[in-house]
């Protein structure tokens, strides 16, 4: 299955295993992409599946799950 790049969609493992092979840790992945890093980390680790919300965003940047990330407007 490919994601939203046209890239093939990675394993939970795969994608931890592609973190350390260009030497970045979870916590920078999560700060770089404005995520809770206990939300990467349950990606991760299978504990969320990436349905909807910050693990959806976490899911797809991490090439776990295709699909989109939709920027939504703050209401404030």
């Known amino acids: 299955m ?3 790049n046209g890239a093939q969609t990675r394993t939970p ?3 931890r295993a592609e973190l350390e092979r ?3 840790s979870v916590a920078a992945f999560a700060r770089t992409h404005r995520l809770p890093y ?3 980390y349950q ?8 349905r909807r ?4 965003r ?3 940047l991490l090439g776990i799950k ?11």
Not at 43 to 50: A, D, H, M, Y
Not at 53 to 56: E, I, K, P, R
Not at 66 to 76: F, M, R, T
């Open 2 to 4: 490919s994601n939203v």
């Open 13 to 15: 493992e795969a994608a």
């Open 22 to 24: 260009q030497g970045i």
């Open 38 to 40: 206990s939300t990467v």
């Open 43 to 50: 990606v991760l680790t299978g504990e969320k599946k990436g």
């Open 53 to 56: 919300g910050d693990a959806h």
């Open 58 to 60: 976490a899911a797809v």
């Open 66 to 76: 295709a699909g989109e990330i939709l920027e939504v407007e703050s209401h404030e």
